[in-house]
């Protein structure tokens, strides 16, 4: 069986690189930061993933590089609406190749089940995100 290893997030936290393969799950309406290790630490292949638990309704939840990892996040998010018309949205939000700091699930757009995934190749970050709304996952 491939058990995966979970834990419950309801407040801030700073990742460590022993939590490798680990799926966080966000648990807070009012949202929180969670501070990822630095890429270099971690090495090539290191993984996490953040799944909504709660829908953030009275603030974001943030993942944001290191200190000493400032803009090293490059992403994309594709999305469901469920609907063939998706008035001015794009079909994915993405870093378009410049890279950022931080990943905000928002408020008010994020629900249960979007997720954000995070892999290092030891030297920057990559992320991919899936949600139901164009707007519940940006890139600072």
Known sequence: ADRKK???LTAAKTVEVADCG????LGTAG???????????????????FIVKVNPTGGDYTVDASAGDLNNL?????YSSGSADHG????ADTTNGTAVDRVTIKQNKAKIGDQVELVSDGTLWYVTA???D???VTYD
């Open 6 to 8: 979970i834990e419950a």
């Open 74 to 78: 490059h992403g994309v998010t594709a």
């Open 130 to 132: 899936l949600s139901k």
């Open 88 to 91: 001015a949205h794009d079909l």
């Open 31 to 49: 949202g929180f930061a969670v501070v990822l290790p630095d890429a270099a630490s971690c090495g090539p292949g290191w993984w996490c993933k």
């Open 22 to 25: 680990t799926i966080f799950t």
């Open 134 to 136: 164009p707007l519940a």
